[in-house]
């Protein structure tokens, strides 16, 4: 038992400071990323640091309101939450504003707002909430195709809005639905199934193939119960993934637009022509380039707040948006680039912690999509700041500059801690 005047204090404290902790920080490096030399008025909201500051503020206006809506009103409007979420997503196809290429933005006033960054809190929920009905059982292929469903839904939505990095957000929900039980199998089709398509772009269909039907043999053999008929099996599941490797390279080819192309061509070293493709490096990685210099420049301890000459000088295009990583390292370099991944690290663990001591289903999945989303986001774009995959537009949550960004993983998070202050309050 607890008092009633203790009743509203029992959150996870830890967490929100996590929380604080990079967004404020972020914000920091918002004003590094966007002042040209000139006097800073942090109320100036004419300056993207002037406008995330309110956004900051506004987050504090959602998290009260978060925390105090009954826990259970979550799970029982999910699916409303869901519909009314998809519903705006193709609204977007009438009223939404076009920027740089992508139809994602609704224009209200002088701001936008980008429907997609709530949709993956509105697909966390609807997950949650089918997942912890009592006659669904994630084994069972009708609930497999239901789930697929679930997420292909505002996935599709967003690609059609030409928006590719936010659609390869809801991958991450993979990593719920093996906690929850899904088969190991479709983790090992998915895994084949990346390499296969990686291979056949590097080297060619006759390595890939070759690499297919081995890993295929030793499945059936060594790692799978003796069947009848292995040979036929192993070669007609072997054709399929041969197929999908040349679909891989016809598509890559014919299909692809060119700036995609370009980029997996340079992150693969596809181009034969040192020439053509350092040319191509000029043209299409410029930013990858600049950041990678930025990033570099500072060194062990960095140059110092406001200091870094390559941010001030506006050398990495987008820095305080997707890019914002490359600011932590020229201004703090490698001891604040640590502090920062370290901080994510144990915020996602702490998630991950509080999600495994839930006592509903609801709670429990929903406690792993917000930490399979965060770690979706952090690891596609550290990644791609430091050249490790391709350049794939998906903002640092928490930390780079934008309302609906800030907005859409503040209500992400802080739902959950709305939902693990139900099991503390209950002790």
Same mark, same amino acid.
């Given at each position: ?8 204090? @029992?959150?996870?404290?830890?967490? !929100? &400071? ?6 404020? +920080? ?45 826990? @259970? ?5 999910? #699916? !409303? ?36 960054? +709530? ?21 069972? &292929? ?11 839904? =505002? ?37 084949? /199934? ?28 060594? +790692? ?6 292995? *040979?036929?099996? *192993? ?22 637009? =060119? ?12 181009? @034969?022509? %040192? ?35 390559? /941010?001030?000088?506006?050398?990495? =295009?987008?820095?305080? /948006? ?14 604040? #680039? ?5 901080? +994510? ?44 995959? =391709? ?5 640092? %949550? ?30």
């Amino acid at each position: 038992m607890i008092r009633e005047t203790d009743r509203h204090f @029992k959150f996870d404290w830890i967490a !929100i &400071l996590l929380f604080f902790s990079l967004a404020i +920080f972020g914000w920091v490096n918002i004003i590094s990323a966007s002042q040209s030399g000139e006097v800073i008025d942090i109320l100036d909201f004419s300056k993207s640091y002037g406008k995330q500051l309110l956004f900051i503020g506004l987050s504090l206006v959602l998290i009260v309101l978060l925390l105090s809506v009954d826990s @259970k009103f979550y799970e029982r409007f999910s #699916s !409303i939450i869901y519909v009314v979420s998809m519903l705006s997503l193709v609204g977007l196809f009438v009223f939404g504003k076009n920027v740089n290429g992508a139809t994602s933005w609704y224009g209200i006033g002088g701001m936008t707002i980008q429907p997609s960054e +709530f949709a993956k809190v509105a697909t966390a929920l609807a997950i949650a909430k089918y997942l912890s009905d009592l006659n669904t059982n994630i084994k069972q &292929l009708k609930h497999q195709i239901n789930i697929v469903i679930i997420l292909l839904i =505002p996935a599709f939505l967003i690609l059609l809005q030409k928006d590719a990095g936010s659609t390869l957000v809801y991958g991450a929900f993979f990593f719920v639905l093996y906690r929850e039980g899904l088969p190991k199998i479709y983790l090992q089709i998915a895994t084949l /199934t990346l390499f296969s398509a990686i291979l056949s772009l590097k080297f060619g269909l006759l390595i890939t193939s070759a690499f297919i039907v081995t890993v295929v043999a030793l499945k059936f053999f060594f +790692f799978t119960k003796k069947t009848r008929n292995r *040979i036929p099996k *192993i070669f007609a599941i072997a054709a399929l993934y041969i197929g999908f490797a040349f679909m891989v390279g016809y598509v890559f080819t014919n299909l692809l637009p =060119p700036h995609q192309k370009d980029r997996i061509t340079i992150w693969l070293s596809l181009e @034969k022509d %040192p020439i053509k493709l350092e040319r191509m490096k000029k043209l299409e990685a410029y930013n990858l380039n600049e950041s990678e210099k930025a990033i570099s420049s500072g060194g062990f301890s960095g140059k110092g707040f406001l200091d870094g000459t390559r /941010t001030t000088g506006k050398f990495v =295009p987008e820095q305080h /948006t997707d890019y914002i990583f490359s600011t932590v390292g020229e201004e703090w370099g490698f001891l604040g #680039s640590s502090a920062v991944v370290i901080i +994510f690290v144990l915020l996602m663990l702490r998630v991950l912690f509080l999600a495994e001591r839930q006592k509903t289903t609801f709670s429990r999945v929903y406690g792993y999509s917000v930490a399979a989303i965060l770690f979706f986001h952090f690891l596609i774009n550290i990644g791609m700041v430091m050249g490790l995959i =391709p350049t794939i537009g998906i903002p640092l %949550p928490l930390f780079s500059y934008g309302g609906s960004g800030l907005w859409g993983f503040t209500i992400l998070l802080f739902i959950f801690i709305k939902l693990d202050s139900n099991r503390i309050n209950e002790w």
